[in-house]
């Protein structure tokens, strides 16, 4: 073990240069944010995720975000156990009917202000399982979505962009309301 | 035909490849199940149709044949009854197309919530009626109290309800409810072209996304008679073997984390994100997503992708024996994982559980090897195989499969084959049979194609289904804060079970 630590402390981190925020992303975000909401959140934001039926794709890059390179937690965002701590709701998969009132609680136990980030191409419109009799056709059919993150799966990277752009964008206007 | 030896047929189909189907009246399909009761084969699979219910036997000999009853009245005699293993699968049945198990004990639906529309979508489907709450097993006793677990878990998890029954810490009974990501995957095959199918069968379960691009592949190329060309075979295996290391990874990784050890959820993480940088730069996708299509590959290993994987395998026989031995002179995580979570070899033999489940309790089963597929016939592995059954074990069974898969890189790059990567299907009807040996064991995929070439049903069966049932074994007499433990020993899918 020690030799291993050692290492780390030589070759200095493997984590990577924060993205740029992406645009489009950041755009969707600016017209849906409740303004009022925004004053009451400082830059940490706390993340629920609901898996609502996806392949578990997402949920593996999700997950990605945690290791050395990403390292979720240095930009103020973390993954709770929590739908009561959680700031962020994020939601992958089709959703499916299964899943519909799971997801319909979580959200009620969510505390105001929220937001919903729906993650890879299944959670917009239901993906390759549209049409099934199980699915509901995207997550926007069961809670209100304030962003889109696109792929199948989306990568890491664009995932963190994608909460990067919620994030810039809270704060923006909770500076614009404080002034 | 040993396998059939002794079971009455009626006939056999034509057209099935590569192992037969055969239709059995009610002597042969009792003779079936006595011999899946005396273990003389193994349950591959069970699956509904339109008005009948196909079962899959596998021997010791790696004999595969499929068995098919027609239904009469909506009525099929009972598996599950005799064998337990086919419990699960004949409820779903029953779910799905409404086709009655005769002399079945659990009627209970399974996959079925009491969410849909309609009632029997893959049979005759009709409106949902009135949902009933569902009647959790009981346990009794003094003392003894409930603990609901789910659908939605705390952390970055499939979702699923978990029934505990314990006393105190000690649980009693574990209960599992599944069927929270049912997709209806097989309504969707239904009529769909082979792009739609490889692409739904890659989305059945993302983390296997190669395995069952390969298994729904193998079915179609042998419902159409073909042979993917040599390169593609390579380069299937040679992403196969990659899934197989990122997902060990992770797992072990996991694994270790769920102990309070997380120097080697962070070491593990890093190996893992490696190999999907490697697989992103060799073909474009992290997860290798659609790459496999009936027929062969889409994307051939881009420039520089040979070297990105050599570095990875490099870099990982460097790194990974340090995590071995840390893992394995750590007193603290060897405390919990050394006999947490014991599943024995009998019931692992009974349900033919695949994968590290079955191969950490005796059952040296990996149908790389036998049956076996191409290319691994041609290249040198072993397959571990512990007794234990503990969460220890199927560490260790991943920690050896790690090994052996980065020797199997090392022989499929050195023996790349040139030549095409794709001979499209022809349009042509006939039913298939395909599998590919996942990370967390065998995938089954069932296809018959119609004439124009689309599907007209199309069964996958994931690992998952003989695995979840032992998990509710593995817990037993264990504590409660095992059970993220031994649930992530096991890592069996929810997607990929409940379709």
Known sequence: MRKTLLESFIHGPLTEAAPEPDEAALAELALRVNRAAHARLGRSLAIRHVDAGSCNGCELEMHALGNAFYDLERFGLRFVASPRHADVLTVTGPPTRNMRQALERTYAATPDPKWVVAIGGCAADGGCFAGSYAVLGGVSQVVPVDLHIPGCPPSPLSILKGLLALLESVNVKDRAIRR | ?499
């Open chain 2, 1 to 499: 035909m040993a396998l059939l030896d002794g079971i009455a047929i009626r006939n056999v189909a034509s057209g099935h490849r590569p192992w037969p189907r055969a239709v059995v009246g009610d002597d042969g399909w009792q003779a079936a199940i006595d011999r899946l009761v005396e273990g003389g084969a193994a349950l591959f699979g069970l699956w509904g149709d339109t008005g009948a219910v196909h079962m899959a036997l596998i021997d010791a000999g790696a004999e595969i044949a499929v068995l098919t009853y027609e239904c009469r009245d909506g009525r099929f005699p009972s598996v599950g009854t005799r064998h337990p293993p086919a419990i699960r699968p004949e409820r779903a049945i029953a779910s799905l197309f409404g086709l009655t198990p005769a002399g079945a004990s659990d009627r209970r639906p399974w996959l079925d919530l009491g969410f849909w529309e309609e009632r029997h979508p893959l049979g005759a489907a009709a409106p949902a009626p009135e949902p009933e709450p569902y009647a959790f097993l009981p346990a009794e006793g003094e003392g003894l109290h409930q603990l609901p677990v789910g659908p939605v878990h705390a952390g970055i998890i499939e979702p699923g309800h978990f029934r505990f029954t314990a006393n105190g810490e000690r649980v009693v009974r574990l209960e599992q409810q599944l069927g929270y990501t049912h997709k209806g995957v097989e309504f969707l095959m239904r009529g769909a072209t082979l792009d739609k199918g490889a692409r739904l069968a890659c989305r059945t379960s993302g983390d296997s996304t190669i395995a069952y691009g390969i298994a729904f592949a193998q079915a179609v190329e042998a419902a159409v008679n073909i042979s993917p060309p040599p390169r593609a075979v390579y380069l299937r295996a040679l992403m196969a073997e990659l899934e197989r290391l990122a997902n060990h990874f992770g797992d072990i990784g996991a694994i270790c984390n769920d102990a309070s050890f997380s120097m080697m959820l962070a070491q593990c993480g890093i190996l893992r994100e490696r190999v999907l940088r490697a697989a992103d730069a060799c073909f474009g996708h992290r997860l290798m997503m659609d790459m496999v299509v009936p027929g062969g590959v889409v994307r051939d290993i881009g420039d520089g992708g040979a070297g990105a994987i050599a570095d990875v395998v490099g870099e990982t026989r460097r790194l990974f024996p340090r995590l071995v031995e840390l893992y394995d002179k750590t007193a603290s995580l060897q405390d919990r994982t050394v006999g947490t979570g014991i599943v024995k070899p009998e019931p692992v033999r009974q349900f033919a559980a695949g994968g590290y489940v079955g191969r950490a309790a005796g059952r040296a089963f990996d149908c790389r090897k036998t049956p076996g597929y191409p290319p691994y016939d041609a290249l040198t592995f072993d397959v571990p195989v512990l007794e234990a059954g503990d969460v220890n074990a199927r560490v260790w069974i991943r920690i050896r499969e790690v090994e052996q898969s980065l020797a199997l890189i090392d022989q499929i790059l050195a023996r790349l084959p040139a030549g095409p990567l794709l001979v499209p299907p022809v349009a042509a009807d006939g039913e298939g049979i395909g599998f590919a040996e996942a990370f967390r064991g065998d995938v089954l995929v069932w296809i018959r194609l119609r004439g124009d070439g689309r599907i007209d049903r199309c069964h996958l069966r994931d690992a998952s289904w003989f695995q979840w049932p032992l998990l509710e074994v593995a817990i037993e007499d264990n504590i409660v804060a095992d059970f993220p433990l031994c649930n992530k020993s096991f890592n069996a899918s929810y997607s990929g079970h409940d379709l």
